[in-house]
């Protein structure tokens, strides 16, 4: 049976089909033995390197977190302030560690050098508290440590500079605490306070100074309560003071200046209460109190003020009827209290004329009718005098110098007591005319004649207004360069009752202090 040919050609077709692919098999089995082989070097070449750097492998794998733990603590122990345990807590061993491990790592090495400044601050601490076996043992492990050895001598020095001192500061030490024991708590330098003072001069933070300084503090300011509470003032004052210099921020000060000054409001209203009854003596001392504690105390000054102005005017009653040496105790406790230059001087001139006038009365050869026609006379210039309007000025051809020398020569004559209330009227209109003038000085004086005839109401309002212009016109002199003048108005606002507490009254003692040319 003959084949066909088409099938013929298929079957050659088929055939090489299968030796093609019996080929491909073959190649890739070669190039899968190829990769095979490249595997099995690489693998070996893994091995090798294993075997022959096993160990720095194994230092990288294992060591380098437990460096940085121990790292870590360190840090945390430095920051304790733990610098060495004998335990081996301390931030010293704990770096130390670390670099045993690894040798070359910088961070150990760093904290080493921070342990050593660490405890070369440590040791001048306990230097400061005056603990000197500390200080030691903190400068030996500063040295260990290798810290600059500028800074470690420097330390040292003070160190034996301390124990030199140690037995100077122990002695110190002991009278103190004795001088607490015996509550002589300040006042002499051999008191506790000061003593305390001493050792903490020389030792700052040393503990046992500063327990025994606030020890004192709080019995001193204990002492300052009860004298406040007992109306002492000026002893409560002077403790609360010693008690700020030495330690401002003492826990006790708050409530004994509280105290102090709830005393000080009792005694002002003590004065106020003396004042109304007429016990010049008693509340001129209340007043001064006060004023000697707390000089801006405006209330204090106008009550001391209203004392000088009643123990004046006292003076001239006493005077006026020939009481001189009840005038004379009248003037010595006015000027006492502080009473102005002026003040005095017209107190004092009434009771010259006073005196003159018992003079003139005691003498034999001295008529009624002689003095009389003084009195007439002295009388006739004073209505001359007001007429022309010279009530205070010119000085001896005023109505006011005609009025005093009446009343000199006959104080109780009706005449010139009525001529006395004649001219307050005329004084105080003199107060208004030269304030609205700016004259000062003259306003002061003819203030002066009305308080010396007559304790009337407004005075105060005058002499406050008086002050304030004071101030206005001393600002603005200051501002023209006049420094002298600007003193003298702060001076003449005080004793007209101006408060220095007052705003005006304040800008005006700035700027002198400012002021290029002040004296």
């Not at 440590?145 to 301390?162: E, I, K, S, T, Y």
């Not at 903490?200 to 004192?216: C, K, M, Q, T, Y």
């Not at 010693?242 to 003492?250: E, K, M, N, Q």
């Amino acid at each position: 049976m003959s084949r066909h040919p088409d099938h013929e050609d298929a079957a050659h077709a088929a055939l090489r089909r299968v030796r093609r692919e019996g080929r491909w098999w073959w190649v890739q089995a070669w190039q899968s033995r190829r990769i095979w082989r490249w595997a099995l070097l690489v693998a070996v070449a893994v091995f090798v390197l294993l075997v022959a750097f096993r160990r720095p492998l194994a230092n990288w794998f294992w060591n380098e977190p437990q460096v940085e733990q121990l790292l870590d603590r360190g840090d945390r122990a430095l920051a304790a302030g733990r610098l060495t345990a004998g335990d081996g807590s301390g931030a010293r061993e704990w770096y130390q560690a670390a670099l045993a491990l690894d040798s070359d790592r910088p961070q150990a090495r760093a904290g080493l050098a921070r342990t050593g400044r660490a405890a070369l601050a440590q040791a001048s601490a306990a230097l400061d508290a005056g603990d000197a076996a500390t200080a030691q043992r903190a400068l030996a492990l500063a040295r260990e440590l290798q810290v600059p050895q500028r800074d470690a001598d420097a330390v040292a020095r003070r160190l034996r500079d301390h124990q030199q001192e140690g037995a100077g500061i122990g002695a110190l030490l002991g009278r103190a605490e004795s001088a607490l024991q015996a509550q002589r708590l300040d006042g002499s330098d051999d008191s506790a306070l000061p003593l305390f003072q001493q050792v903490l001069a020389r030792a700052p933070n040393h503990l046992r100074a500063l327990e025994g300084r606030e020890d004192a503090l709080s019995d001193l300011l204990q002492q300052a309560r009860e004298a406040a509470a007992q109306g002492d003032v000026a002893g409560a004052a002077a403790r609360v003071l010693r008690a700020r210099d030495f330690d401002a921020g003492h826990v006790d000060l708050p409530a004994s200046e509280a105290a102090l000054n709830a005393a000080l409001e009792a005694r002002v209203r003590d004065g106020q209460r003396l004042l109304r009854r007429q016990r010049w003596q008693s509340a001129g001392d209340a007043f001064q109190a006060v004023l000697a504690v707390r000089p801006e105390d405006a209330v204090a000054q106008r009550g001391l003020q209203q004392v000088i102005e009643a123990l004046l005017a006292a003076a001239t009653r006493q005077a006026a009827d020939f009481r001189f040496d009840l005038a004379a105790q009248a003037l010595a406790t006015a000027q006492k209290f502080g009473a102005s230059e002026r003040q005095l001087a017209a107190s004092r001139q009434a009771v010259a004329q006073a005196r003159q006038a018992e003079r003139a009365l005691s003498a034999p050869a001295a008529p009624n009718r002689r003095r009389e026609q003084a009195v007439r006379a002295l009388l006739e210039r004073f209505e001359e005098a007001q007429a022309r309007g010279d009530i205070l000025s010119p000085p001896g051809s005023s109505a006011y110098d005609a009025l005093r020398e009446a009343q000199a020569l006959a104080p109780q004559d009706a005449r010139v007591r009525a001529a006395a209330q004649q001219l307050v009227p005329a004084t105080r209109q003199c107060v208004e005319d030269r304030l609205r003038e700016n004259r000062v000085q003259a306003a002061g004086a003819c203030l002066e004649a009305w308080q010396a005839l007559s304790r009337s109401g407004g005075q105060a309002d005058a002499a406050q207004r008086l002050g304030q212009r004071w101030l206005a016109i001393g600002s603005e002199r200051l501002g023209r360069g006049d420094v002298a003048f600007a003193q003298e108005a702060l001076k003449q606002a005080a004793r007209w009752g101006v408060s220095p507490a007052t705003a005006e009254y304040q800008a005006l003692q700035q700027r002198l202090r400012d002021a290029p040319g002040r004296l």
